[in-house]
């Protein structure tokens, strides 16, 4: 008992600013550019109108969504700042009431009224501990610790590009068949699904089939929509 008592363990970062713009940039990459490109070949045989829509795809969508994550994550570090400024001042101002906020706080946990009070004298003593553990309790968010807008969006555009490229590589490579693209996606997807599950809950072989039954039935559905207009030549 005392050896596991005195075992330690670490966790995982769940909170760094690279881990969902990265895996939501590689999957959407993938499965945006398959669809795209499986829609556009429903519609043409013309390998190199496919292979131009699949760079086009992949050029306008990696900075798309290294654009949408700069602005995105911008805006949440600068609402963060601004709630950080608040609780800033409320300290400066309101020290007593905001000590007693804390102790509150501790004693809604569960820690004894005295006891709590104790704390929060303790913590209160330091500013700038008591800005981070108030802004922890009260919006969690540790003000050391803020998300980059830059890098979500190098995050996004990198891992975008490099989804986005496997179903177009067969193409500039010479290849003039939709099959060959289309197995390279979907080995991709499952792949990059069993990945995901290194960071997760889920077993490695259904993270896999999910992100294969996303990917496949979107490029299916947009085969089938650029097929039918490419039919009645519109």
């Known amino acids: 008992m005392s050896e596991r008592a005195e075992s330690h363990h670490q966790h995982r970062d769940v909170t760094g600013g690279w881990l969902r713009p990265s895996v939501f940039g590689a999957m959407d990459g993938l499965v945006s550019n398959f669809?795209?490109?499986?829609?556009?070949?429903?519609?043409?045989?013309?390998t190199k109108?496919?292979?131009?829509?699949?760079?086009?795809?992949?050029?306008?969508?990696?900075?798309?969504?290294?654009?949408?994550e700069y602005v995105s994550v911008a805006s949440q570090r600068e609402l963060a700042l601004a709630e950080i400024a608040v609780e800033r001042r409320e300290l400066e101002h309101n020290p007593d009431a905001e000590r007693q906020e804390l102790a509150d706080d501790f004693v809604r946990k569960g820690v004894e009224p005295a006891l709590a009070a104790e704390v929060a004298r303790q913590i209160s003593a330091n500013p700038d501990r008591a800005l981070q553990v108030h802004a922890r309790n009260e919006f969690g968010?540790?003000?050391?610790?803020?998300?980059?807008p830059r890098?979500?969006?190098v995050s996004s555009f990198l891992s975008f590009g490099v989804g986005a490229a496997l179903p177009l590589v067969p193409y500039l490579m010479g290849v003039t068949e939709l099959t060959v693209s289309a197995v390279v996606s979907c080995v991709a997807l499952f792949g990059a699904g069993a990945l995901v599950s290194t960071v997760t809950a889920r077993s490695w072989w259904y993270s896999g089939l999910r992100q294969l039954v996303v990917g496949v039935v979107a490029a299916g559905l947009t085969f089938?929509?650029?097929?039918?207009?490419?039919?009645?030549?519109?």
Do not use: E, Q
């Open 224 to 234: 089938a929509l650029g097929h039918l207009i490419g039919g009645t030549g519109l």
């Open 151 to 153: 890098l979500a969006a």
């Open 35 to 46: 669809a795209l490109i499986a829609g556009v070949a429903g519609g043409t045989g013309d």
């Open 141 to 148: 968010v540790d003000p050391r610790d803020l998300p980059s």
């Open 49 to 68: 109108v496919i292979a131009l829509a699949g760079v086009a795809g992949l050029a306008a969508g990696a900075f798309s969504m290294a654009g949408g």
